[in-house]
């Protein structure tokens, strides 16, 4: 059963910045792809970012439209860990943020998606 454990959340006021990790219990250098997602109170779990990746090389990163070029996902395969720095955190950024992973060849990282594995979230706070 594969685990996934994100760390990093808090709360901060708006303009400030917070870097959220997520350790894998599997091999992440064979992955697919792996994701952020958040999830605002009464709102729908939206896509933040995602790293497809192959044979090991991380090759192509997509952002949602929100993020605006504040966001950066990257990954460590070393580590077994995907990381999101944030900056210039905004309140609507409140969110539960969770990490998700796919090792499935050709597959996606997209909400729905009956191969991605999710781990529990992370809260994130953003006050004006």
């Known amino acids: 059963q594969v685990q996934l454990v994100e760390s990093g959340g808090g709360s901060v006021q708006a303009g400030g910045s917070l870097t959220l990790s997520c350790a894998s219990s599997?091999?992440?250098?064979?992955?697919?792809?792996m994701a952020w997602f958040r999830q605002g109170p009464g709102k729908e779990r939206q896509r933040v970012a995602v790293?497809?990746?192959?044979?090991?090389?991380?090759?192509?990163?997509f952002y949602g439209r929100f993020v605006e070029g504040r966001f950066t996902i990257s990954q460590d395969n070393a580590k077994s860990t995907l990381s999101l720095r944030m900056n210039s955190l905004k309140p609507e950024d409140t969110a539960m943020y969770y990490c998700?992973?796919?090792?499935?060849?050709?597959?996606?990282?997209?909400?729905?998606?009956?191969?991605?594995?999710w781990g529990q979230g992370t809260q994130v706070t953003v006050s004006s």
């Open positions: 790293l497809y990746t192959a044979g090991g090389t991380q090759y192509t990163r």
């Open positions: 599997e091999n992440i250098a064979s992955v697919n792809c």
């Open positions: 998700a992973a796919n090792w499935e060849a050709d597959s996606t990282c997209e909400v729905g998606v009956e191969s991605l594995h």
